[in-house]
């Protein structure tokens, strides 16, 4: 075996076959959610654009955590498909899910942000919003 194989997350074939049969499913719910997760950020977008008393902030929040979505669909789709095609190395696994960790972070710091500068200040609200 060379040493460029050794290096690959699918090493050998029960190896293969096992991060295919766990990871596979697993990416593939994790996109479907973080799309459903997407459409209902768009769908909230519309309705607080059709709201002319609601702040900026909160529409300027949910168009970031769009993209930030839209984001990770793309990473996991990228790690998908370096999976199916064999070069997916531990370096590349462990990269992508940084800069995913990142984006989900990113997502966390904003929901924070939008809620302290909501004009509601109940601590449900922060609450809610930081949990979303």
Not at 1 to 16: C, D, I, R, Y
């Given at each position: 075996?060379?040493?460029s ?27 479907l ?36 979505v ?6 996991d789709?990228i ?10 190395t ?26 302290f ?14 949990i979303?």
């Amino acid at each position: 075996m060379e040493k460029s194989e050794e290096n690959l997350l699918l090493g050998s074939k029960t190896n293969a076959q096992w991060i295919k049969r766990i990871l596979v499913p697993f990416w593939i719910c994790r996109i479907l959610l973080l799309v459903i997760m997407g459409v209902a950020q768009i769908a909230t977008v519309y309705w607080i654009s059709q709201e002319s008393d609601i702040r900026g902030i909160v529409l300027a929040s949910l168009v970031v955590i769009v993209l930030f979505v839209a984001l990770c669909v793309s990473v996991d789709a990228i790690s998908l498909i370096l999976l199916m095609r064999r070069s997916l190395t531990p370096e590349a696994f462990l990269v992508l899910q940084s800069i995913e960790t990142l984006l989900w972070t990113g997502v966390l710091a904003v929901q924070i942000m939008a809620a302290f500068k909501s004009t509601s200040r109940s601590f449900l609200t922060w609450f809610i919003s930081a949990i979303l």
